[in-house]
């Protein structure tokens, strides 16, 4: 399995997802990896294509049989994680692995992979502006956004443990940067750790 893995985190907010999207269309020959949770299937959202979606029994059964690469408590019964057969099915149709998970993830996938993995920290330009966007989103009622803050403040502390962070503060620039970065990684070039800060 010659694959490769790009972990994709940042605190809810500051543009994950619009990365991984976009590195998704970019040509690079990325599979996204999708992620079981506990928590019940939301508006559009397709089982194994969103998420594979199981009850609370069931994930704790395959936690205890070992099936999953990573998996994270987020609140009493509300579990994600990364399957195991789910990875080695994209590497081993010569794929490269997409995640998109939270910090905690991040860090337990890069942990589990090494240097096989390249783990991306998307950072907001400030927590102000991560408030401005939760806000503007409106997907999320005043004391959940206060939450998710409170959340993204614990998150960014570990931003270092990551081998680059990218400041989301220009969506285009940022776009290209995390494709630059990604890009020569699985090309098997150097990546140099990035803060930028304009």
Known sequence: MKGKLVIISAPSGAGKTTM????????????????ATTRPLRGREKEGIDYFFMPVEEFRDRIRNNEFVEWEEVY??????T???EVERILEKGNHALFDVDVQGGLNLKREFGTRAISIFIMPPSIAELEKRLVKRGTDCPSKINMRIAKAREEIKEAEQFDTIVVNDNLEQTKNEVYNIVSAFLSGKKHN????ND
């Not at 750790?193 to 930028?196: A, G, L, N």
């Open 76 to 81: 009493e019964g509300l579990i994600y994680g």
């Open 20 to 35: 991984v999207k976009h590195l998704l269309q970019s040509g690079l020959n990325l599979v996204f990896s999708v992620s």
């Open 83 to 85: 399957l195991r057969n």
């Open 193 to 196: 750790m990035t803060v930028r």
